[in-house]
């Protein structure tokens, strides 16, 4: 999916800095597995998962090695597969992935993280939490509107809509209505559809 690894390295890009940002881009433009999920190998990419989690929370050791292997996993293993090593974690660890991410990671490194596993476990989700944070506060994110509309229009669009209207109770199209004016809006409405 070209398109989503472009906001996904935008989403990157934009949010954070120096050392890790290049790594992450790489990452996310790197080429994922396709095909499903192989068990073993969920099992053991949840372990590593787990231990570098862990590290980080001792904050002893070298992490960035580890980091860097967990980071080739959320870059490079299929949805699929990622969705099967994070039900493996929570077997392993009693724990959700992204709740432990926030609870043992900092900075650009955690949010980066969360990122990914967000958009691995509810594309959707993610992308509609994008929207909603091109249009809130002062001044509208056209860029990124822009980009995600069109990128998703082919692909999932009306699944970002609901899920939009379940996350912020007024539909994507109401909002765009409210933050745009002009052409720009027309053309945002008619990729946009129908209103929810």
């Known amino acids: 999916h070209p398109a989503f690894h472009q906001s996904l390295e935008d ?4 949010d954070t800095s120096g050392h890790l940002k290049r790594i ?13 999920e192989d068990t073993d190998k969920a099992v053991d990419d949840a372990k590593i998962i787990a231990s570098v989690l862990e590290v980080a929370d001792s904050g002893s050791g070298d992490s960035s090695s580890l980091e860097t292997r967990f980071m080739t996993i959320l870059c490079t293993r299929s949805y699929p597969h990622l969705r099967r090593v994070f039900q493996e974690f929570i077997k392993q660890s009693n724990h959700d992935v992204e709740h432990t991410i926030k609870k043992e990671m900092s900075g650009d490194v955690k949010d980066a993280f969360v990122a990914i596993v967000r958009s691995v476990k509810n594309k959707p989700g993610f992308f509609a939490e994008r929207l909603y944070k091109a249009m809130k506060g002062a001044g509208t994110d056209e860029r990124a509107l822009t980009r995600i509309l069109i990128s998703r229009s082919e692909t999932d669009l009306f699944n970002i809509r609901k899920e939009f209207k379940d996350a912020y109770e007024k539909s994507l199209h109401h909002c765009i209505e409210g933050e745009t004016s002009g052409d720009y809006r027309k053309a945002l409405l008619v990729i946009c559809g129908g209103d929810d």
Do not use: H
Request: hydrophobic share 40%; aromatic share 0%.
């Open 11 to 14: 989403a990157i890009s934009s």
């Open 24 to 36: 992450l881009v790489s990452l996310a433009s790197a080429n994922r597995e396709e095909g499903g």
